[in-house]
C-alpha cells in the first residue's frame, strides 16, 4: 500500500470557491484524474525537451495529488479551498482547479497540438527515454508504436547510434508483450487455446481440478485472457512444473509456486493460480469475476461483518465458507449466481429477491432461424443442411437464403427463389421428423423497401431481413429506413439488427430502442445473431427487448452443417441478457411458431 499523507484540515469556504463550485462538471474529477493530466503534461514537456525542473514540479504534484485522500473536486464543490500541499505552489493549484473545474486542462491541449500522437507511448518502453524518442522520430520519423515495430523488423533502429542490440532486443520484446497483452480474441479462438489446454492440465496426476474463469467463464463476446485455477497440494512443486511443460507454452512472463503468467504459441496470455481445496470456491468465485460484481459482493460481505477475499469468506478470523461457490453465495444469503450474470448490473439484488432469470440453454431451443444453402452464399445443399438439422433433433429450419440484391452472395431471384420453395416440398415430404420453413434474408434497400416483391413474400413462411449496405446513414436516417421496412407486410425478424463485426466495425448508427419498440407495436421480432464475429444484438439491447417483451431469435446464420454448432454462442449472449426460454421465438413448437409469424401480417 501507498503511504499516504493525512487528510488536509478543512479550510473555510470563501465566495470565490463556491462561485467555482457552481462551474463544476456533472461528473466529478478524481484525484487519479487530475494525477494523470500531470503526467501526461510531464511526458510531453519531457519530449519538448522543456526545463527539467519544470517537468519535474509536475511528476511530483502527480504523486502528491494520488496520495490525498480526500477528492479535491468534491472540496471545491463544497466551497471548500485547496489544502496547502508541498510543492504545489500557485501555479500547479491553478491547474488543479481547472482540470477538477472542466475535467481539462489548456496547457495539455497545447503540448498535445505540439506533439505528434503515439510519441508519449513511446516514452513508457524499457529502456528508452525522451531523447531517444525524439532521435526516432527526428532520424527515422517514427512516431507510433506500429512504426517503431516496422523500423525495428528492418534494421533502421539498429543503425541509430546510441541504439545497441540489447536496447534494441528490449524494444522488441515489449512491443510483442504489449500487442499479445492487448489483444483480445473472439470465443472460438479463445477456445481452441483453452480447451486442448484444459485438457492437459486436467489429465496431470497431482491435479484434482481445472477450471477456465474470468470473462471466458462469464462468455464475454470477447476475452483478454484466460484465467485458470487448478485445485491441487500448493507444497507439491511438481503442479507448477508440469504446467510449465505445457509444449504450447511460448513464454514464462512470471512463476511461482502457485502462480504464473504464460503467453501460448497461439497468442493467448494464461494466468494460473493453484489454490487448496478448501479454497477453491472462493479463488473460483473471485477470478470469474467480473471486478465490479466482486467488489459489489466484498461490499455485502462487509455489511455482514464479514470478509471475503480469494481464500474464503471470514469472520473474526473463521472461514465460513470458501470451498465450493455456491458455500460463498449461500453464506451472503444468496442463490448461487450463473457466471453469465456476473456484472453488477443488478443480479445481486435479483438474487436476494429470488427474482434470478432461469436463463435459457441450447436444449430449449426447438429448431434455427436463419441459415444459407448452396443456392446463395452457403457450402452445404439444402438436403445436407436439413440432415443435420434432423441430426440435432430439431423441429424446424428456416432456410433464408439470400435475396437478389446481394450479388457478391449470389442471392436468388424469383426463378431460382420458387425452384428452391419446390425443392423445400420435396423435401419436407421426405423427412417426417423435420419441418423445413420457407424463408429468404431479404435486403432492406436504401430507401426501407424489401428487395423483393410482396407477391414472392408472400408465399414465403418468414422473412428474415438484414441491412447489407448504406451503413453510412445518419442514426434517425437509418432508424427511419428500418421501421419502414418492418412496417412492410410480410417483415417478419430483423437479422443482425446492429450490424457489428468484432474487431472490425462498430454497428451502424441506429436507435435501437426504437427499432424495439416498433418491433413491439408491428409483432415482428429481432435477432440475436449468434456468429461470434457478430453476437448481435448485444446483452444490454437483449436486455431492452426483454423488458419490451419483444421476441429474439437465437440464429446462427449458418452457411456450413457445422455451423449450427455456434448457437452455442448465442445462447452464452443470450444468458448474459438475461434471456430465459420465453423470451425466444425459436423455443416455440412450430404451431406457435407459425402463429407468431403470421400475427405481423
Ligand atoms: P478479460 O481478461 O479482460 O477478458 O477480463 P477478465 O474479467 O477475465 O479480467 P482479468 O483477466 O483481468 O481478471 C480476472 C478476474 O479476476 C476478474 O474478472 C476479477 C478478478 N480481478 C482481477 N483484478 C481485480 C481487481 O483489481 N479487483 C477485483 N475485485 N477483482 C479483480
Ligand atoms: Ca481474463
Ligand atoms: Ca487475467
Not at 472460438?188 to 486436467?202: H, K
Not at 453476437?535 to 423488458?547: G, I, S
Request: hydrophobic content about 40%; some cysteine; charged content about 25%.
Amino acid at each position: 500500500m501507498p503511504r499516504r499523507t493525512p487528510a488536509p484540515p478543512p479550510a473555510a469556504a470563501s465566495a470565490d470557491a463556491r462561485a467555482e463550485a457552481r462551474r463544476l462538471p456533472a461528473v466529478a474529477v478524481d484525484n487519479e484524474r487530475i494525477a494523470q493530466v500531470f503526467e501526461e503534461i510531464a511526458d510531453l514537456l519531457e519530449l519538448e525537451d522543456a526545463n527539467p525542473f519544470r517537468i519535474r514540479a509536475y511528476r511530483n504534484a502527480a504523486r502528491t495529488v494520488r496520495a490525498q485522500e480526500v477528492p479535491f473536486a468534491g472540496l471545491l464543490a463544497a466551497g471548500v479551498a485547496l489544502p496547502k500541499l508541498p510543492g504545489i505552489g500557485h501555479d500547479l493549484s491553478e491547474k488543479i482547479v481547472e482540470i477538477a473545474r472542466t475535467d481539462d486542462c489548456e496547457l495539455l491541449q497545447r503540448l498535445r497540438r505540439e506533439v505528434p500522437a503515439g510519441l508519449a507511448e513511446l516514452l513508457h518502453l524499457p529502456g528508452i527515454g525522451p531523447k531517444r524518442v525524439r532521435q526516432l522520430y527526428h532520424e527515422l520519423g517514427v512516431a507510433t508504436l506500429p512504426a517503431l515495430q516496422q523500423a525495428l523488423a528492418c534494421g533502421q533502429v539498429r543503425r541509430l547510434p546510441g541504439f545497441g542490440a540489447r536496447l534494441v532486443d528490449g524494444l522488441r520484446q515489449a512491443i510483442g508483450a504489449k500487442a499479445a497483452s492487448e489483444r483480445r480474441y473472439l470465443l472460438p479462438q479463445a477456445a481452441a487455446q483453452a480447451r486442448p489446454l484444459l485438457d492437459y492440465l486436467q489429465g496431470l496426476a497431482q491435479v484434482e481440478a481445472a477450471v477456465i474463469a474470468g470473462s471466458y467463464r462469464r462468455r464475454r463476446d470477447t476475452v483478454g485472457d484466460l484465467d485458470i485455477l487448478l485445485q491441487a497440494d500448493q507444497q507439491d512443486s511438481r503442479v507448477m512444473a508440469s504446467v510449465l511443460r505445457y509444449p504450447a507454452v511460448e513464454r514464462v512472463m512470471a512463476s511461482g509456486p502457485t502462480r504464473a503468467s504464460l503467453r501460448l504459441r497461439g497468442g493467448m496470455q494464461v494466468d494460473v493460480r493453484i489454490v487448496g481445496a478448501a479454497s477453491f470456491g472462493a479463488a473460483l468465485q473471485y477470478f470469474t469475476g467480473s471486478k465490479a460484481h466482486g467488489i459489489a459482493l466484498r461490499r455485502r460481505a462487509r455489511a455482514q461483518g464479514c470478509k471475503l477475499n480469494e481464500y474464503g469468506l471470514y469472520r473474526n478470523g473463521e472461514q465460513l465458507a470458501g470451498r465450493r461457490e455456491t458455500d460463498i453465495y449461500q453464506a451472503l444469503g444468496l442463490p448461487w449466481i450463473p457466471p453469465e450474470l456476473r456484472e453488477d448490473a443488478g443480479e445481486i439484488a435479483a438474487a436476494e429477491h429470488g427474482r434470478l432469470p432461469r436463463l435459457i440453454e441450447l436444449g430449449n431451443l426447438r429448431g434455427d432461424l436463419h441459415c444459407h444453402t448452396r443456392a446463395s452464399d452457403g457450402s452445404n445443399s439444402l438436403r445436407e443442411m436439413a440432415l443435420a438439422a434432423q441430426q440435432h433433433g430439431w423441429q424446424y429450419l428456416a432456410i433464408t437464403d439470400h435475396s437478389r440484391r446481394l450479388s457478391i452472395a449470389h442471392g436468388l431471384d424469383a426463378d431460382r427463389l420458387l425452384r428452391q420453395l419446390d425443392e423445400i416440398d420435396r423435401l419436407n415430404d421426405e423427412l417426417p421428423s423435420l419441418t423445413l420453413l420457407k424463408g429468404i434474408e431479404v435486403d432492406i434497400l436504401a430507401d426501407g423497401s424489401l428487395d423483393l416483391p410482396d407477391v414472392l413474400l408472400a408465399r414465403l413462411d418468414i422473412v428474415v431481413a438484414a441491412v447489407h449496405s448504406h451503413f453510412h446513414l445518419s442514426a434517425s436516417q437509418q432508424t427511419t429506413r428500418i421501421r419502414r421496412a418492418m412496417d412492410s407486410r410480410y417483415f417478419n425478424i430483423l437479422a443482425h439488427p446492429t450490424g457489428r463485426l468484432l474487431q472490425e466495425r462498430d454497428g451502424y448508427p441506429v436507435d435501437i430502442e426504437a427499432i424495439i419498440g416498433h418491433a413491439k407495436q408491428r409483432g415482428c421480432f429481432l435477432e440475436l445473431n449468434a456468429q461470434p464475429q457478430r453476437l448481435d444484438l448485444n446483452e444490454q439491447y437483449c436486455r431492452l427487448a426483454k423488458a419490451q417483451g419483444v421476441l429474439l431469435s437465437i440464429a446462427s446464420d449458418a452457411h456450413r452443417c457445422s455451423d449450427f454448432d455456434l448457437l452455442e454462442y448465442g445462447i452464452g449472449q443470450a444468458r448474459r441478457g438475461w434471456l430465459e426460454s420465453a423470451d425466444v421465438l425459436n423455443t416455440r413448437s412450430l404451431a406457435q411458431l407459425l402463429r407468431l409469424l403470421r400475427q405481423s401480417r
